[in-house]
């Protein structure tokens, strides 16, 4: 079964307008974190957000913040005021504490913004 | 600050040539070290990960193997490479195992098997 899942293979914005970019996960892991990576055309991974399973509050770093409804097992990604520079590849990610720290990657979701 | 480099960026090899990636860490000690691949259009798929020197696990069987001979060098080889051993591969390392460390990666090698 997949422990990751981006059902959006592809994602249109307006520049300057939010985008949620979707995530569900599957775990029965008590301890567990969630990630965001963003993959420009170049191959990078860049690091965007991180959501601890036991965090009360909704992670927020800059323009992104994660949507975590831990009943639901989601972690949408929010992107407000999309900029050109964000087009590119969105993975989601998990870490389960009792998994060897390895850590599990969605299909990815490519956003593309236009002007 | 740490920093993580891999190398070489780009490879082009004949069907049954060996293999050799290179990845190293710089600023921190005794890190967690992974090799991730991804094929065209799709996500990682996790290959090794290392908590220590020596400690190798491997994800999938295949015809690749990975080496820790150092405490912050991690190396992805293969004896003979086969077509689909072509794609982006990626070495990453964390502080370590917890879930809650974040994942760091290198700048990736594009392998292409000719």
């Known amino acids: 079964a997949q422990k990751i899942t981006q059902t959006q293979p592809g994602m249109f914005v307006q520049e300057k307008e939010a985008v949620t970019l979707d995530c569900t996960y599957d775990?029965?892991?008590?301890?567990?974190?969630l990630f965001w990576y963003k993959q420009p055309s170049s191959g990078e991974m860049i690091f965007l957000i991180y959501q601890g399973s036991y965090d009360q509050q909704n992670a927020t770093e800059g323009r992104y913040s994660l949507n975590f409804q831990k009943a639901r097992k989601s972690a949408n990604l929010v992107i407000s005021a999309s900029q050109l520079g964000d087009s590119a590849m969105y993975f989601c990610?998990?870490?389960?504490?009792?998994?060897?720290?390895?850590?599990?990657f969605g299909q990815g979701t490519e956003l593309s913004v236009k002007p | 600050s740490q920093t993580i480099h891999q190398w070489p960026a780009t490879l082009v090899q004949p069907v049954g040539s060996p293999l050799s990636l290179e990845c190293t860490v710089e600023?921190?000690?005794?890190?967690?070290l992974y090799w991730y691949r991804q094929a065209a259009g799709r996500g990682l798929q996790l290959l090794f990960y290392s908590v220590g020197i020596g400690q190798i696990s491997s994800e999938v069987p295949q015809n690749l193997s990975a080496s820790r001979p150092q405490d912050r060098q991690f190396i992805l080889s293969s004896k003979k490479l086969l077509l689909s051993d072509s794609g982006f591969y990626l070495c990453a390392w964390s502080t370590t195992g917890g879930s809650g460390n974040t994942i760091y990666f290198g700048e990736g090698s594009w392998l292409t098997v000719v």
């Open positions: 775990t029965s892991d008590p301890s567990y974190g």
């Open positions: 600023g921190t000690s005794n890190p967690n």
């Open positions: 990610a998990m870490r389960e504490i009792n998994q060897g720290g390895k850590l599990i």
